[in-house]
């Protein structure tokens, strides 16, 4: 670091000192640092860690950043907790033509969202010598100029300021000529060549000067010019302008080619002595580029667009000069006016994308920093957001605002927000700009899980299988993911002496309950549940809910016999009914019970057998026996009623009672009774039983019957066949190729129609025996030889035999077909007769 460098760093940190304790006995929260310009990268600026009242490392665990908008010349070193430079600064270029040259940083803590400023004054050093825009500068001046003229002379520009700026003109050692310096009013200086003694031309035509321009840093720096003085003939009028000073206001958003003002410099000489010409003389750079003037006519016109923003006022210098080299110069003053052409920016600086929806009003969402280049009406901002959304702007530094909550804020109503932050200036006509924030509600657990009923309650039939599924409850949780993810559980006690969870199970999942025992209605008739949902948040929330189980009556018991009973101590049991008792005397009466419930109880009575049927009645609901009419002396002494009781259920169930009724006046008398007659009961079993033998008997019979039968059948069949096969020896030497078998008889291949007339009378029986309807014809050289008939003699026989008519239908068809192979034979013989060409065909059947 150079010795001014180390002069300003230690005056820093002395002024630093100084500020701090104003500072904090004022309670600002504005830090100010001064650096001098041109510090290496990486130079120390400011401890800010100690100057927040931090440990070094709390920057970086509250995450602490630098959030100043545009390029940025520091950085923050979170280890250190220090300030830096984060590159060469260099004062001129940053703030040229700014007395005071303040940096603003914005440091962020983004734990709490909170902007801490820091001002830094970066102060000027004498790094910029004085610079004249022209090495050299030629002015031409009349021998007959009067002492006491001036020379506008070009002027030097130092770009430090202060005491570091230009300071001084100095002009070299010379007879003729002084130096004048006048002020602008903006502080600059202008040199002036002043003739003090008359020119002589013949004596001098040419003078050489030199102006020395000095700044006042420490070391000094300088700048020079060399300036020819051109001594002229007789001119005796230099021009003159209208007026010392021009003066123009002009808005920044004029169009290029714009006239400004226009300068006029006369001239009394006449000829080229007294043409005018106008040029720039003293003219910052930035400058002549934005104007032209036309040399001839003294118009300034606009040449590039003006911006506020970058100037708001430019000086410059025109000369005016004859033909004969004489000059006169005035000064031109352009004020830009402010326009409001630049809208509103909203740079969002620090954002969070979600927010728990417990948060608490004034928790900060988004800070927000505007800027509008605009000056004055125009650069004032003003920031909004609708009015129905629960967030709100806050001024929190300088230009920031901060996005914060202006309520509790409730996921289940709203899960996302989209802000619309909307920054307006004041400026005609109004410019306005948008940005677009987009929150995200994070859901926190605050809703337990909710039934759509306070209680519930179920039928379940009784007998139900094991494992069934029996009802289901669902709750709703309106958080979502893990919080509303919920689970189901019943709470246990203990139920007719066993745990409730050997009862009924639920599915933690669904909320489905499944019945793990087989209910009896006659042993519970409802079930009380308390059914717990809970979510998984943290903490878990949970609700409860009753549910109860009735269960249904089944038909499943059949009704129970009390009375009358079957004795167990050795008694008889027997109901006595006297001789003397009238129509309508109770004798007994059935009494039973049905463990179930309603219909499935409702008992009807039937007497379904009695010994003496018609003289008892049963009453169909209350099981009363009642004699019907009065006892006869045929009526049995004993009488056996057989009483069935049947439900009302589905399906019905039923019971039957025998009740024993002894007809007699007193005990003894009905106990001898009973003791010598057979009952008719045991008399009844012992037909039933004869009627089953004799069953047996006949199925038995008809059996052996069938057996025989087929037996007999089957021996005739038999028989038949043997006689068919004793009777054809004759046609044993025919061909088997040439005989068919037709009912175990071997014929020729012929085919006859004849007809057959049979009656139940033998002697009305006719066989009629046409000629022979050929289908083939058999001939052989043998069967025209032969002389022998094809049959015996003996079996030969006459259509209208008796003895035909009266074989078995059986014999009577062998016999028909022999009569039927003779006739062929015969009928053979013959036409070979006729036709010795027939003796040596073969026989061919078809």
């Not at 499935?600 to 003289?615: C, I, R, V």
Request: hydrophobic letters at 35%; proline letters at 5%.
């Amino acid at each position: 670091m150079t010795s001014p460098q180390k002069l300003w760093h230690y005056r820093g940190r002395i002024l630093l000192c100084f500020l701090l304790g104003s500072l904090w006995e004022t309670g600002a929260v504005q830090i100010h640092y001064s650096i001098p310009e041109e510090m290496e990268k990486g130079s120390f600026v400011g401890d800010i860690a100690k100057d927040l009242g931090l440990e070094p490392h709390k920057l970086s665990e509250r995450g602490a950043r630098i959030v100043s908008g545009g390029k940025q010349h520091f950085a923050l070193n979170v280890k250190s907790g220090s300030l830096i430079t984060a590159e060469r600064i260099d004062r001129e270029k940053i703030c040229l033509g700014i007395s005071s040259c303040l940096l603003n940083v914005e440091i962020l803590m983004e734990d709490k969202v909170k902007i801490y400023g820091l001002e830094i004054e970066v102060m000027d050093i004498n790094d910029n010598a004085p610079r004249f825009r022209t090495d050299e500068v030629e002015i031409k001046i009349n021998e007959n100029a009067a002492p006491g003229i001036r020379f506008g002379l070009p002027s030097a520009r130092d770009p430090d300021r202060g005491v570091n700026s230009l300071q001084s003109y100095q002009l070299s050692q010379n007879k003729h000529f002084s130096l004048n310096v006048l002020s602008g009013i903006d502080g600059a200086k202008y040199p002036e060549l002043v003739l003090e003694r008359a020119l002589d031309r013949e004596e001098e035509s040419v003078h050489q000067l030199i102006l020395k321009a000095l700044d006042g840093g420490d070391p000094g720096l300088s700048g020079t010019a060399r300036i020819r003085v051109l001594v002229l003939d007789a001119n005796d009028n230099a021009p003159v302008f209208t007026q010392s000073m021009y003066s123009v206001s002009v808005r920044e958003n004029v169009p290029k080619g714009t006239l400004l003002l226009a300068v006029n410099a006369t001239d009394s000489d006449e000829g080229i002595n007294g043409e005018v010409t106008y040029s720039f003389r003293n003219i910052d750079d930035k400058a002549s580029e934005i104007f032209q003037l036309n040399s001839r006519t003294g118009k300034l016109i606009l040449g590039e667009p003006l911006d506020y923003e970058e100037s708001k006022i430019y000086e410059m210098e025109i000369q005016g000069e004859d033909g004969g080299g004489l000059l006169t110069s005035a000064k031109v003053l352009v004020r830009v006016l402010d326009v409001n052409d630049n809208p509103p920016e909203v740079m969002v600086t620090s954002f969070s994308s979600s927010i728990p929806e417990n948060s608490p009003p004034g928790t900060v969402i988004a800070l927000l920093k505007v800027h509008d280049r605009d000056s004055g009406n125009n650069g004032h901002i003003t920031c909004s957001i609708p009015g129905h959304l629960p967030f709100k702007l806050e001024k929190s530094y300088a230009n920031y605002y901060s996005l914060v909550t202006d309520r509790i804020l409730d996921r289940e109503q709203a899960s996302m927000y989209n802000v619309t932050v909307t920054a307006i200036d004041q400026g005609t006509p109004l410019l306005s700009a948008n940005t677009h924030i987009s929150l995200q509600v994070e859901d926190i657990n605050d809703n337990p899980p909710h039934f759509s009923q306070t209680s519930y309650s179920a039928y379940i039939p009784e007998n139900n299988p094991r494992g069934s599924s029996i009802y289901s409850v669902i709750a709703s949780d309106s958080d979502t993911e893990e919080n509303s993810r919920i689970t189901y559980s019943i709470s246990d006690y203990i139920f007719y002496g066993a745990s409730l969870s050997s009862y009924i199970s639920i599915n933690s999942e669904t909320g489905v309950l499944y019945a793990l025992r087989s209910f009896d209605y006659e042993q519970f008739r409802d079930l009380q549940l308390q059914v717990t949902a809970k979510d998984w948040g943290d903490p878990p929330l949970c609700s409860n809910v009753s549910l109860t189980l009735f269960i249904l009556d089944q038909n499943d018991n059949a009704p129970e016999i009390l009375y009358p009973t079957f004795p167990t101590d050795g008694s008889t049991g027997v109901e006595l009914a006297p001789r003397s008792a009238e129509p309508g005397y109770l004798v007994t009466k059935v009494v039973v019970v049905d463990a179930d419930s309603g219909q499935n109880a409702w008992l009807s009575y039937h007497l379904l057998k009695a010994t003496d049927p018609g003289l008892f009645s049963v009453d169909l609901h209350t099981g009363e026996i009642r004699t019907t009419r009065a006892f006869h002396d045929k009526d049995s002494l004993k009488q056996i009623l057989t009483v069935a009781v049947t439900d009302n259920g589905e399906p019905p169930l039923s019971a039957t009672v025998s009740v024993t009724v002894a007809v007699a006046d007193s005990i003894p008398e009905i106990l001898s009774d009973l003791s010598n007659t057979e009952t008719p009961a045991d008399l009844e079993d012992a037909s039933l039983t004869l009627y089953l033998v004799i069953a047996m008997a006949v199925v038995s019979s008809l059996f052996f019957v069938f057996i025989i039968a087929l037996l007999v059948i089957k021996l005739r069949s038999w028989r038949n066949s043997q006689l068919l096969q004793s009777s054809s020896g004759p046609l044993r030497n025919i061909p088997s190729s040439q005989l068919m078998d037709l009912n175990g008889v071997q014929a020729f291949l012929q085919t006859y129609s004849h007809e057959v007339s049979l009656t139940m009378d033998s002697r009305k029986s006719q066989l009629l025996f046409p000629q022979p309807n050929y289908a083939d014809t058999l001939i052989s050289q043998q069967s025209c030889e032969k002389k022998e008939p094809l049959i015996p003699e003996e079996s030969r026989f006459s259509a209208r035999d008796p003895a035909l008519i009266s074989l078995p239908e059986s014999d009577f068809l062998y016999r028909h077909k022999i009569q039927q192979r003779e006739e062929q034979h015969r009928l053979s013989r013959v036409r070979c007769a006729i036709d010795p060409s027939l003796r040596n065909t073969h026989f061919r059947g078809i």
